[in-house]
């Protein structure tokens, strides 16, 4: 497994530094491919990409009842907040609760045409949204972590790297998290032809509902490649999932690293993590990783909420 680089800059991501206007132009670089465990957005640069866009918003109106515990289903609400007690057991602080899901969904998924291209939410809440990638640590302390403190998550699961064990995540997607594409084998997908792109998200759309029994709604590239080519968008188009989502920040081993200038998490950000263990935790691990991550994101006075709550998908 290839060592990857964990300080200073390497995760760059797909936005550029022109500031936070709700209209960014999101800087994607085709690097070479690293092993399946790197980090999605480990690159360095590159060419620039056509503007990221989002679904229409609408203002956001809490409704509903508290989140409680759901299966992985689209529009599913969050479960519920855990107590001091299971935060302490990983001497951790209790996360203040994230609102009630808006009835009205920022982001509006349509069943046909182009799919759109986001890194956050449009939202007033004070809310963040954790995703993970790739699969590559499976921890079964991690597992005890989620369960313990109820935080939500997004997986980004390649085929390649989960297929010897696609049961890890099982107990995960128990908790009400959703499970999304994040292609076979982790290419770079700029480089690929277009039947081989694809290929890549179509497998791991019938790999991932099969094991998991839910269609993936949303799809990541690696590295955020080609998130805003045509050719990128007809396949995603064809095997199913209704948007590509990229993010704003991404998690390194103790402290994230910002796409913003100011270095501040926004409301309806989406933060990048992947999951890894000592080896390329510089011998932390993943839920010391994940701890330090909800720290920073409580220093800034923030909850997190469950990314697929604040998108509606297509009417069937």
Not at 40 to 56: H, L
Not at 114 to 120: D, I, L, W
Request: hydrophobic letters at 40%; aromatic letters at 6%; one cysteine or more.
């Amino acid at each position: 497994m290839a060592e990857r680089r964990l300080d200073g800059n390497r995760e760059r991501g797909a936005v550029s530094r022109n500031g936070r206007s709700r209209t960014r132009t999101y800087a994607v670089g085709a690097l070479a491919l690293l092993a399946f465990a790197t980090a999605c957005g480990d690159n360095g640069g590159g060419s620039a990409a056509p503007a990221a866009t989002t679904t229409a918003p609408s203002a956001p109106q809490p409704a509903g009842a508290a989140p409680t515990a759901a299966a992985a289903i689209p529009g599913a609400p969050a479960p519920a907040g855990a107590g001091a007690a299971a935060w302490a057991k990983w001497s951790l602080t209790p996360l203040a609760p994230a609102p009630a899901p808006p009835a009205d969904k920022p982001i509006k998924l349509e069943r046909t045409g182009p799919v759109p291209v986001f890194s956050e939410v449009k939202t007033s809440d004070k809310v963040v949204f954790i995703t993970i990638d790739d699969g590559a640590e499976k921890d079964p302390k991690f597992v005890e972590m989620l369960t313990d403190l109820k935080v939500p998550i997004s997986m980004f699961l390649t085929k390649d790297i989960v297929k010897n064990d696609y049961g890890y995540f099982k107990p995960l997607q128990a908790l009400g998290n959703h499970i999304q594409n994040h292609t076979v084998d982790h290419p770079v997908m700029s480089k690929l032809p277009a039947d081989k792109q694809k290929s890549e998200v179509c497998d791991d759309q019938a790999a991932l509902t099969q094991q998991y029994g839910t269609a993936p709604l949303l799809f990541r590239p690696p590295f955020g490649d080609g998130a805003n080519t045509p050719t990128l968008n007809t396949s995603v188009q064809q095997c199913g999932p209704r948007a590509i989502v990229l993010w704003r920040e991404s998690m390194q081993i103790h402290d994230m690293q910002y796409q913003a200038a100011d270095k501040k998490l926004k409301p309806g950000d989406i933060i990048l993590a992947h999951f890894r263990g000592p080896k390329e935790l510089k011998g932390a691990t993943m839920t010391q990783m994940f701890g330090d991550l909800l720290a920073r994101i409580q220093e800034q006075g923030f909850s997190v909420a469950r990314l697929e709550d604040y998108i509606q998908a297509p009417a069937s």
